[in-house]
Each structure stands twice: as C-alpha cells, then as structure tokens.
C-alpha cells in the first residue's frame, strides 16, 4: 500500500470472523472519528459489534496498526468505495475513499467508474478529474477531496455616470463681518466653455453566468441599465459615452437630462432701451431693471442693480444684489430661490427659499425656507408665507403695524383658497339675481301670461345661468374643502424669531391663528394641536 497520511480502516476477512484494522495517523495526519467508522460498518450490515472496543482502539493507536473484531462471521468481499456529499448550495461535491476487503479480488475504483456514481446522482458539471486522478494515483483514504466544484457567476456593476460639473448646486449667500448678507459671491451658475467634457457613461458589465454541479445555470445579479440623455447646445461623441458642451454657457441637470444654455448679458439698465426681455437661458443684468419693464428667463435671473416697479419671471433664481423697491407694481416669480438685499412694496413668488435682510410692506410666499438675516432681519407690514419656516431678528413694529406670518401650508394652496372665498359670494350673487328672473317669468307663465320671444330668452338665459352658477359653486366648495383639510394636515411649520416680535404681528401654522399681543423675544413658534405654542431659546 502507498504512504498514507490520516488515519484509516480496512475490513479483513479471516477464518475465525471478520476485523476491522486500524491504521494510525502519519506525518501529522488526522485521527478516525468513531462516528465515520460506525457508519461504514453498519453500511456492510454488520450490526453485533463492540463499538466501546473500537473507540479504544482507535484512541490507543500509536505507530502500528491494531485489529479489531467486529463479527464471528467471514463477511462477502468489500468493494473499494466512495462516500459523497453534495453541498446545500449545490456547489461543491466532497468525497471520501474507502478501501476494499482483503478478500476483495474485483477491479478497484478508476475514472470512469467514480464519474458513473457522481452521473447517477446527476452530478455533471465542474467534475475535478485531476482531484480523482490524484486519488487514484496515490489512494490516500479517510481523506476529503473535493471532486467537483460549481463556477461561481461572476456578478457585474451598474452602469454609472460621471459628471464634470457640479450637479446639486445650491448658491448660499455669506455673511460679511459687519452683519450684512454678501450676494456678490453666490456662485451659483454652472460655466462651461464650448468643447468642455460634460459627462462619461460607463456602460453596465452584466457580469458572466455561473453554474453548479448539476449543470444549472446561476444568473448574475441584474445591474442597472443607464444612457446618457441631452438637452440643446450639446454634442454627442460617436459611441454615445460621452457629452460635449456646443457654446460657452450654463450647464444645468433636469433630472438625468444634461443641457447647456448661453447667458444673455445686459451690460447697463433694463428700460427703453432694451424693452422687455424674453430669453431661454440665463439672464445677467449689470445695471437696474427700470419701473414698468418685463423679464423672462427659463433660467435665472442676476441683476447687480435695484429692480424697481418691474415684473421679473425666472425658471430658476432670481438674484438682486441692491435689493427691490417695487413701488407696489413690482413682480418677482421664480422656480429656484430668491436672493434680495431687501425687499419692499412688492409681490414675490418662488418655488425654493428666500435669503434677504428685510422685508418690508410686500407680499412674500415660499414653498421653501424664508431666513430675513443680516443688520435688520425685519419683517414689518404685508404678510410672509414659507411652507417651512421663517426666520427673523424683528417682526412688525411699535407702531402696531399688521404683519402676517403664515407658516406650514403650500402658498399656492394658501392663495388658491383666499381666491375661492372671495369668488364665492360673487357666484351667489349670480345665482340669486338669475334665480329672480327665472321666479319672476316663471310666475307669469304660471299664470296664463303669453311672454314675448325676448322674455324667454332671458328665461331660457337665467336657468342656464342659475344651473352654472349651482354647479361652479358646489364644486368651488368641495376644492375648499379638500383645501383647507391639505392646509390642517401640514402642522410642521416654525416661526424662529432671533429678536423681538412686536404686537400687531399675525401668526398662522397651518390652519391655527395667533394674534402677538405683547412683546415677544427669542422663542420659536409652533402649532402644538389647536394652539400655537411659544418656546423659548
């Protein structure tokens, strides 16, 4: 027999029985396990042994070999075998060799053979025939070899992309050592210059199959399928991986959509000499932006000037480094942020925040943030809505001026509503003044009266005009309804006051008024149920 390692068994046949011989571990080889050889027994069905007598043996093996009878009977030749098991994950196939009986005079196991036992448990891929080669060439028993192992899939990655321009730009102003709010520096355009590198997709790698013994297919995990997708002004190179800027511009992401705009400079004053301005890009006026003048940009909108009574309108930002005085005709509307050094007599509206350092006499809402920071952080006169929070150094005035501030609920909600309930009485006055037409022809007709062609056209007019009326008023009520409830739902409001708010001020959270009627210093405000709460710093 060859040279051996861990420790094994054979069964040997003589005349008196059949034994059980023992060989010890060499080299540092492992020891027999009582368990695996009980199991070999019992698999020749040989059941009346001494297993305590075993167990001793094999603890007292030293360096020669021990017999052991294990029955009174000469057992049948014992084929040389071999024990497998699959793994649960179907992965790998681990066996372990047994030899035959001395009296065993069959052909030992070869390749064919072992592959055969390995086939009939279906057993068909990753077969290591080298592994089972080297068995048979050196016959190592009682030792584990892995004779067939699964290929693992190997898994891909996402198809991912790289942009080379600042996706999540959020400009926020500074503040400067003497307290005032610098919107000099915002830095919040996007340059590009033409031929400028915007984007690189590296497509997904959907990695490679796998498969276990069995011969089963193992899918790699799915991976993210991207393409890079474009708006105007941008060039796409050849294989479709990479973005190019077309001009020198802007360049922005509306959603996963890369697009580059050009800025339209106004080196001095919006006013009659330039008339109103309608622009898709971005616009950047040096001077002021005159009374009576219009702007429009699907982007933003950055005047180092004063907008005076004028009407700006910007997809994005709307910046005014010296601040609107807007003469009760001024109108900013906005889908970004709005950055002022102040802002009075005037009607802003904007989807993002608000940054200033006061607000006087205006008609200010924000779906985001309003912050009134800087020398002042006032708010005095007119009324201030943020969907999330305002705040201020001071609010209203010791004159008592009416100041509201409305947190918590969308602004638009908030206007829609004040809309409907001064549309509303107007509807019933419609409905009443038809109604009395309708009742008076109605009557005479009910008394025998022949109405002239005129009068019952006006009849015919009055019912179409009532049955209108009805049904606009019975849906305004429902959009009230449906309004106000959105409106008590959002409760999360806050008004931060990091001064004085002065009596006259009005707060709203949500649907819940409070009426300031003293001085009231360094708290925030907050809907708390039904009531507005003050909390102190």
Do not use: W
Not at 61 to 77: A, H, R, Y
Not at 499 to 510: D, F, M, S
Request: aromatic share 6%.
């Amino acid at each position: 027999m060859a040279a051996y390692k861990n420790s094994f068994f054979q069964l040997i046949v003589k005349d008196d029985g059949t034994y059980l011989k023992l060989f010890p571990p060499m080299d540092g080889g492992r020891s027999l396990e009582i368990k695996e050889v009980s199991q070999y027994i019992e698999s020749e069905n040989i059941y009346d042994y001494d297993i305590t007598a075993i167990n001793a043996a094999i603890e007292g093996l030293d360096s020669e070999p021990v017999m052991v009878k294990v029955s009174n009977t000469q057992e049948l030749p014992v084929e040389e075998k071999m024990n497998f098991q699959i793994s649960g994950d179907r992965m790998t196939v681990v066996a372990r060799f047994y030899p035959a009986s001395n009296n065993y005079s069959g052909s030992l196991l070869d390749v064919d053979h072992i592959e055969k036992m390995l086939e009939q448990r279906s057993v068909r891929a990753g077969v290591r025939r080298e592994v089972i080669r080297n068995f048979l060439h050196h016959r190592q028993y009682c030792k584990t070899y892995i004779v067939a192992k699964g290929a693992a899939p190997r898994h891909g990655d996402d198809a991912r992309i790289e942009y080379n321009f600042e996706t999540d730009r959020k400009a926020k102003p500074t503040m400067n050592d003497d307290g005032s709010v610098d919107f000099h520096h915002l830095d919040a355009i996007n340059h590009v210059a033409k031929g400028d590198l915007l984007a690189t997709l590296y497509p997904e790698d959907v990695g490679e199959k796998g498969e276990d013994v069995f011969g089963n297919p193992i899918v790699p995990r799915k991976v993210k399928h991207l393409t890079l997708k474009h708006g105007k002004n941008i060039i796409e190179s050849e294989d479709g991986l990479q973005l190019f800027s077309d001009i020198d511009g802007h360049v922005s992401l509306d959603g996963d959509r890369v697009s580059v705009s050009d800025v339209y400079e106004v080196l001095a004053d919006v006013d009659s000499s330039t008339g109103d301005i309608d622009y898709e890009g971005n616009i950047n006026i040096k001077g002021n932006v005159r009374t009576g003048f219009t702007i429009k940009a699907s982007g933003d909108v950055n005047v180092k000037g004063v907008v005076e009574g004028a009407t700006i309108i910007a997809g994005g930002q709307v910046v005014v480094q010296r601040g609107i005085q807007g003469s009760n005709k001024g109108v900013i509307e906005a889908g970004g942020n709005v950055y002022a050094k102040f802002i009075e007599n005037c009607v802003v509206k904007c989807k993002g925040g608000v940054v200033t350092e006061a607000i006087m006499h205006s008609e200010v809402a924000a779906n985001g943030d309003v912050i009134v920071d800087g020398k002042k952080g006032l708010i005095t006169g007119g009324k201030v809505c943020s969907r999330s929070r305002i705040s201020l150094k001071v609010g209203g005035s010791d004159m008592g001026t009416v100041t509201k501030l409305e947190v918590g609920a969308d602004p638009e909600i908030v206007e829609k509503c004040h809309l409907l309930n001064k549309k509303m009485p107007d509807i019933q006055r419609d409905i009443e003044n038809n109604q009395k037409i309708v009742d008076m022809y109605s009557k005479k007709l009910a008394k025998g009266d022949k109405l002239p062609p005129e009068k019952m056209l006006a009849l015919k007019n009055a019912k179409t005009a009532v049955d209108a009326s009805t049904k606009e008023f019975e849906e305004s009520v429902k959009l009230l309804e449906l309004y106000q409830e959105e409106i008590a739902a959002n409760s999360n409001g806050m008004v931060d006051v990091e001064g004085l708010l002065y009596p006259g001020v009005e707060v709203t959270i949500a649907d819940v008024q409070s009426h300031i009627k003293t001085e009231t210093r360094y708290c925030k405000l907050i809907r708390d149920g039904a009531d507005i709460r003050v909390k102190a710093y």
